[in-house]
């Protein structure tokens, strides 16, 4: 009897222990889970463990501040297997990969297609580092960027000669002065601008994103600044030296490119404002063909504006020296397309004309289907991507939603929820996850400040956002002091750059396989979130790293946000670039498997002292 109660005993024992020890694998693996997923106090004391160390602890480490020269050599060293890049030879030091000078000679000149964007092939590219010229130092900071650039960082004065009476840039000792003058306006940009305020409501939010074609040195769009207006500004890179590069010295967004033979790329409807001053762009020819590319990313209701010839050519052809006869016939092809388009004309005073584009779509449509419009038949008017510049008229929306959409003015716009998001035109983001990324990048951002204290104070002024996503990130960082080029990836799981414009930022579409549109050394900061793994098996990671390391000033900063496993293989690269780096955990702990590397750029320059000490 005993051994049986003995061995009872012993089997309820048994299936206690079993029940106690699955209870504590299931409670365990409950609170891992729990921590895992960035909540909780568990993670928040992983948090102030992480703070207390060193190894990943970025702020005594990394100064974000400018010295004009010079760095103190890596920060992480534990990877003796590192490839060095070297310094490339210093003819290379405006180099720009896909708008090299040479070698657009080589493709036709008919509608400016060598101007257009022409990459070189894989056993071209360039496995070195873009020197900065000897001398380069730290820009000024905004507002004073705005008129005032130092020689050093673009040596190039023909167009202190070229541009001379009209004010474009002064040569003053070891600066250039921008006296705020264009071709159409030598008197000053401001005049301009309260001529165009007269008839346009650019004062009150309603404008509040434009489009600059053949931008010259971005003076227009560097005054529209303050009245909260932002402009992207474009022009080729040819014999006006430098233009666009000056225009992002002065701190004004801008990018190389050209109306010629492909697609712009910019979304459907996303600028309030376009405009040329002289651009010399022929826009009659090919039966109105760049008015109605203008058409396809001007939104509906906005302006498109025009200065120079052929406006009233029966005042000023002489002045002009061209003949009567081809300016008139230019004007009525402008006038012709115009109508075509919708386009009302609301004011014509010396050489400036203004159109509004109608904002009534179906009474739009009708007259534009009893003229015999030939409408454009692709699908998505985003898909622009080297995608060739067609003759056919953009309709006015989707054919998910024949409503045209309005936008708020600005700043209300900017965390009001898009058209395109609230009519349902972006597959897999709704109003709700809107405002949840919204919320997520605040928090982000909040960490950055808290690692990088001087990121809102005017140190950063071009900043670049490589995969933007909502351009949430933009959004946490609106500031008067700095603006933020969103980049969406051609590659993007989703197309969303047009909620981007229509929260009234900038942006513009890119393949980061390829250089940007734009010269060395532009942005003073570069963000990158999840762009290594979405490209990881697309094109080398060290082309994109070497790309980022061109267009990134001296002393500028990077911070790359992605998952672990990712950006251990980045960091094997950075390690040989002349970055000081450190990789920091995710603010909500080290068991989150997303990172984040914060970088800074060494200063150097071709052939010159690299050194702290060299000041």
Same mark, same amino acid.
């Given at each position: ?44 004391? &992983? ?15 990394? *100064? %974000? ?11 992480? @060293?534990? *990877? ?8 490339? @030879? ?16 080589? %493709?036709?000149?008919?509608?400016? *297609? ?21 001398? #380069? ?17 673009? /040596? #190039?004065?023909?167009?202190?000669? !070229? ?25 000053? &940009? ?23 074609? =053949? ?25 006006? !030296? ?59 209701? =906005? ?78 008017? +985003? ?6 510049? !067609? ?27 898009? /058209? ?13 996850? #809107? ?33 933007? =996503? ?43 396989? !390829? ?69 920091? +955990? ?6 989150? /498997? ?14 010159? *002292? ?6």
């Amino acid at each position: 009897m005993a051994n049986k109660l003995t061995a009872g005993d012993s089997r309820t024992r048994s299936s206690v222990s079993i029940f106690i020890v699955a209870g504590l694998c299931c409670f365990f693996y409950l609170l891992g889970a729990w921590q895992r997923s960035g909540f909780g106090k568990g993670d928040s004391i &992983a948090v102030e463990m992480t703070k207390s160390n060193a190894a990943c602890n970025v702020i005594p480490n990394l *100064n %974000f501040e400018t010295h004009h020269g010079g760095g103190a050599g890596m920060i992480d @060293d534990s *990877n003796s297997n590192v490839k060095a890049f070297e310094p490339c @030879d210093a003819k290379y030091t405006d180099y720009t990969p896909c708008q090299d000078q040479a070698r657009a000679m080589k %493709f036709p000149r008919e509608n400016m *297609n060598y101007r257009e964007r022409h990459c070189v092939p894989e056993e071209e590219k360039l496995h070195c580092l873009i020197p900065a010229p000897n001398g #380069y130092v730290t820009p000024f900071r905004w507002p004073k960027s705005r008129d005032y650039v130092p020689y050093a960082n673009a /040596p #190039y004065k023909s167009l202190t000669v !070229e541009k001379a009476i009209q004010n474009w840039i002064q040569y003053e000792g070891n600066v250039f002065r921008f006296p705020g003058g264009g071709t159409q306006f030598p008197q000053g &940009a401001d005049k301009y601008i309260d001529q165009l305020a007269s008839v346009i409501p650019i004062d009150n939010g309603t404008v509040r994103t434009a489009l600059d074609t =053949g931008c010259g040195v971005a003076s227009w769009g560097a005054y529209l600044w303050k009245r909260k207006v932002i402009a992207m500004s474009f022009a080729p890179r040819d014999s006006h !030296e430098a233009q666009v590069q000056f225009a992002l010295e002065r701190g004004v967004p801008a990018v190389i490119g050209v109306l010629g033979t492909i697609k712009m790329p910019y979304p459907a409807r996303a600028f309030d404002m376009a405009h040329c001053s002289r651009c010399l762009i022929p826009w009659g020819s090919n039966d109105g063909m760049y008015m109605k590319e203008v058409d396809r990313v001007l939104r509906p209701g =906005g302006f498109w504006v025009l200065s120079g010839p052929p406006i009233n050519w029966k005042t000023n052809f002489k002045a002009w020296q061209r003949p009567r006869e081809e300016l008139e016939e230019e004007q009525r092809k402008i006038e012709e397309t115009a109508k075509l388009l919708c386009w009302k004309k609301i004011s014509e005073k010396a050489e400036t004309a203004i159109w509004q584009k109608r904002l009534d779509s179906d009474t739009c449509r009708a007259e534009q289907e009893n003229s015999g419009v030939e409408f454009c038949k692709a699908s998505d008017p +985003d898909d622009v991507w080297y995608k060739k510049m !067609e003759g056919c008229v953009t309709p006015y929306s989707s054919e998910k939603s024949e409503e045209v959409p309005n936008v708020k003015p600005f700043p209300e716009r900017l965390y009001a929820v898009p /058209p395109r998001i609230e009519n349902g035109l972006i597959p897999g983001v709704s109003a709700e996850s #809107y405002r949840e990324d919204n919320k997520q990048w605040k928090k982000h951002v909040s960490y950055y400040k808290r690692i990088n204290s001087i990121l809102d104070s005017g140190r950063y002024r071009n900043i670049m956002d490589m995969n933007a =996503g909502l351009g949430s990130f933009a959004a946490a960082l609106e500031s008067p002091k700095l603006w933020v080029m969103n980049v969406v990836p051609t590659i993007a799981e989703k197309s969303t750059l047009g909620a981007v414009y229509e929260r009234g930022m900038i942006g513009i579409y890119h393949d980061w396989c !390829e250089g940007f549109s734009t010269y060395p050394r532009t942005y003073d900061l570069i963000h990158a979130n999840g762009l290594f793994s979405l490209y990881k098996d697309k094109c080398n990671l060290e082309d994109i790293l070497l790309e980022m390391d061109r267009i990134l000033r001296p002393e500028g900063t990077v911070i790359i946000r992605d998952e672990v496993d990712v950006l251990n293989k980045v960091q094997k690269i950075v390690a040989g670039l002349r970055w000081n780096f450190k990789l920091s +955990d995710h603010e909500d702990g080290p068991l989150v /498997p997303e990172k984040v590397l914060f970088a800074v750029k060494q200063y150097w320059v071709t052939g010159g *002292n690299n050194s702290t000490d060299s000041e």
